[in-house]
């Protein structure tokens, strides 16, 4: 049972304009989740987090949103650059998983110039 | 660098010889964590570690598999009698304390290939 899930495996947008990238968990439990991009050939590289405590967070260009009572959380990227076209993976963790991360499938983007 | 460095970062293996992966967690860390990514797919935890002692290893495959995090050195991930589902790209994290809400900073991976 896939608990955290991308449903969008991939998004293009023109450089310039807002990536909105999706993220949904089931297990009511989750109440820190993160956003991580991944290049080819690297490992995962931390963006942003938000606390169940809060519904968003920003930093520069990036915004994460969380709705609790949908259980839904997106990133706003604006504005979008060349440079972002990579994979985003969400990351969820609760109270009765300890430290252990739950990654959702991931959703490439990528931005046309 | 001060970051999550892992090595090899290419192995390949043939079917039951034996794969050991290193990560040296980032200065001042002493929380280690060990992924799995298969292709096309999300990262899946294996194993926490602090420092001499396994904290979760919910993750961790029930044979064949093992990880330990010695006082001194870096973490090793030990896969024995690897068999060709065994191959996937194996990520370290680590991170500054066992909070749950502290960030996990990754290295850049070991791409294990069983032939």
């Known amino acids: 049972d896939q608990q955290v899930k991308q449903n969008s495996p991939s998004l293009s947008v023109q450089e310039g304009r807002i990536s909105i990238l999706n993220c949904d968990y089931t297990?009511?439990?989750?109440?820190?989740f993160l956003w991580y991009k991944k290049y080819p050939a690297e490992g995962p590289t931390f963006l942003i987090s938000i606390s169940s405590i809060k519904d968003k967070n920003e930093d520069g260009r990036f915004t994460v949103f969380l709705n609790k009572s949908a259980k839904h959380l997106s990133l706003h990227i604006v504005p979008s650059q060349p440079g972002d076209s990579a994979v985003y993976f969400c990351a969820a963790s609760g109270a009765n998983a300890g430290n252990m991360l739950t990654f959702g499938g991931g959703t490439r983007l990528m931005v046309k110039p | 660098n001060a970051g999550v460095m892992q090595n090899p970062r290419h192995l390949v293996r043939r079917r039951g010889q034996e794969a050991r992966l290193r990560c040296s967690p980032m200065k001042g860390h002493s929380h280690v964590y060990w992924y799995r990514q298969l292709p096309e797919e999300g990262l899946k935890f294996m194993v926490y570690l602090q420092k001499e002692n396994i904290i979760d290893e919910s993750g961790m495959p029930k044979e064949r598999f093992s990880a330990e995090f010695p006082k001194e050195g870096p973490s090793i991930l030990r896969i024995q009698q690897v068999v060709r589902g065994d191959s996937a790209a194996y990520f370290c994290?680590?991170?500054?304390?066992?909070?749950?809400?502290?960030?996990?900073?990754f290295g850049p991976g070991t791409r294990l290939l069983v032939l």
């Open positions: 297990n009511s439990m989750f109440d820190y």
């Open positions: 994290a680590s991170s500054r304390s066992g909070g749950r809400q502290e960030t996990q900073y």
